[in-house]
């Protein structure tokens, strides 16, 4: 069980690190140099499974996707909630889920390394909270 100041600190660490990844797919010209550096770690690694070549329909997708993930972290950020950080935990559950069948399905297994991240930062957002009680102002003796 972690305090809700903890909790939030973490919920706030995981739209930091959504934010930072995620710069890379707002954009179709950034998402194609990103794309383009994956597909060659992929095969300087070896790795098994494919990486596709982009497609203006992978293009659009990866940038609305980019777009509301921008904004989700960015509403994180801004209106820290436990209420928000299990909303993004059921979010991880399913991007979590999705990379798994995509790899399943054939993509790359460089997709298990952002995998990774979805099920840490999901389950530390599944984590029970204590609620902090307020102190009551101390009451001064005359």
């Given amino acids: 069980m972690v305090s809700q100041s903890r909790y939030l600190t973490l919920m706030r660490a995981s739209a930091w690190y959504d934010l930072g990844v995620i710069l890379l797919f707002v954009t179709p010209w950034s998402f194609r140099w990103v794309h383009g550096l994956l597909g060659q770690l992929h095969v300087q690694l070896g790795l098994s499974g494919v990486w596709l070549p982009l497609d203006i329909q992978h293009v659009l997708f990866a940038t609305l996707l980019g777009s509301v993930v921008l904004v989700w972290s960015l509403a ?19 991007f ?8 399943y399905q054939g993509a790359s297994t460089l997709l298990l390394g952002f995998t990774v991240f979805e099920v ?6 599944f984590l029970p909270v204590r609620t902090e009680r307020t102190q009551p102002a101390s ?3 005359a």
């Fill in 76 to 94: 994180r950020l801004l209106a820290s909630s436990v209420l928000l950080g299990r909303l993004d935990g059921v979010s991880r559950v399913l």
């Fill in 96 to 103: 979590s889920c999705w990379q798994l069948y995509a790899v």
């Fill in 120 to 125: 840490v930062f999901g389950i530390v957002q």
């Fill in 139 to 141: 009451v001064a003796l």
